[in-house]
């Protein structure tokens, strides 16, 4: 079957670490679609929606007094240091218990603040059976020097739990500071990135009797350094159905990030739109008008994730000493689904009306379903653009073309 077809090679254009359901089920819904047996594909894709929707993600945190863990922690949610709801951080332990830090935007995720365990009298497993193992899907140590015993120790417990567990240097802005001042002349910045990295390598092998991998970041620019590939690990190694979630949570600081995101959500984009259409009947004018006026909010939805929400805007608006509306004209967004003061949902309510008087309502309904898809992937590709053009807001004040709005099918007007 030609859908068949078309639902692999729609898979096909992500790399594995980027898609949201699994290859198994990827596999099985082909299956079914090829045996043109529709109920069953639609069920195992409604599993895998659900899977997906329902993910919560458990992220653990831990590292000793000074390293910056309670900075790191509000970098990786995208909460500024004085911002209300960030973790507390301070010269001295404010952590002795576990506590969990939601992101602000995505309730499913949550980031615990677990105290270093050179602060605690309890060794790695008591400690790990204390700090609720088992709840988070990954631990990251956090070190502002090199590891110590006890961080490695903690690995060694944390693997053999079969559990994933990554080592993240912070500071390193500082570390490269002091270097430049102590030694102008023959400062580099790349020599010093790597003697850090060999040297935390080193303790790591001593202790471990590995090289684990060692990301070197700083808590206050998270476009830059390790911190985009640590991100890029840990989707990597998440299971597909937490993936979305995870790549949602990220700050859309790099355009890797961004274009995560656009993949992520494309593709929970596309498995709705089978649901839909695998459907073999469905109450038409109720269910065409409840989903048009949620349109609005799941755009609005998607401005958020891309960093486009009103608030975000006028934090950025304020740098430029204009207004969020002024601001606002020099983005693709806003001006995508408002002509002659007619909303989104009012247009296609009459389209939708007007083909069901000729057509009838089954085949309208098909016809607002694949509609809706192209606006769902219309808006996903122009907020990812304009996010990208905010990372070099300079762009955002050039005249440019729009090649990645994608062509409208032939019964759009």
Not at 65 to 80: D, M, Q, Y
Not at 315 to 329: G, L, P, R, V, W
Not at 353 to 378: F, I, Q
Request: proline share 5%; glycine share 4%; charged share 30%.
């Amino acid at each position: 079957m030609a859908w068949a077809s078309s639902f692999d090679a729609f898979f096909k254009n992500f790399k594995r670490e980027s898609k949201i359901i699994s290859e198994e089920h990827i596999t099985l819904i082909k299956s079914y679609i090829e045996k043109n047996d529709l109920q069953k594909a639609r069920s195992v894709i409604n599993d895998a929606i659900r899977d997906i929707d329902n993910a919560p993600l458990n992220i653990a945190v831990t590292g000793e007094t000074g390293t910056g863990k309670s900075t790191f922690i509000n970098a990786l949610r995208g909460v500024e240091q004085e911002e209300e709801g960030a973790a507390p951080s301070g010269p001295v332990e404010t952590t002795m218990k576990r506590i969990p830090y939601p992101h602000p935007k995505l309730l499913n995720v949550t980031i615990w603040d677990l105290p270093g365990i050179g602060s605690t009298a309890f060794p790695p497993e008591t400690y790990l059976t204390e700090m609720k193992f088992h709840e988070y899907d990954f631990f990251i140590i956090i070190s502002a020097t090199r590891f110590k015993e006890n961080d490695a120790q903690l690995a060694k417990a944390i693997a053999k739990m079969n559990m994933n567990f990554y080592f993240v240097r912070t500071k390193i802005d500082n570390d490269l500071g002091n270097e430049e001042k102590s030694k102008p002349k023959t400062f580099n910045k790349e020599n010093v990135l790597m003697k850090i990295r060999d040297e935390c390598s080193k303790h790591l092998q001593e202790a471990l009797g590995t090289k684990p991998p060692v990301f070197l970041v700083s808590n206050f620019d998270v476009s830059d350094y390790d911190f985009p590939k640590m991100e890029t690990k840990l989707l990597g190694d998440l299971p597909p159905y937490k993936r979305h979630i995870f790549s949602l949570s990220l700050k859309s600081a790099t355009e890797a990030t961004i274009n995560h995101k656009r993949d992520s959500l494309k593709q929970k984009v596309y498995l709705e739109a089978l649901k839909a259409g695998a459907m073999a009947t469905i109450p038409f004018v109720g269910a065409i008008r409840d989903a048009i006026e949620d349109l609005d909010q799941t755009f609005n939805l998607y401005r958020s994730y891309f960093g486009l929400d009103d608030d975000s805007l006028k934090k950025i608006a304020k740098d430029f000493n204009m207004s969020m509306n002024d601001f606002k004209a020099h983005l693709r967004f806003p001006h995508l689904f408002l002509e002659d003061n007619e909303s989104l949902g009012e247009k296609l309510l009459k389209f939708i009306k007007r083909v069901s008087m000729v057509t009838g309502g089954p085949v309208a309904s098909g016809l607002y379903y694949e509609k809706t898809y192209y606006l769902h992937n219309l808006f996903l590709d122009t907020a990812a653009n304009d996010a990208i053009a905010l990372l070099n807001k300079k762009e955002l004040f050039e005249k440019k073309e729009e090649p990645y709005i994608s062509k409208p099918p032939d019964y759009w007007e």
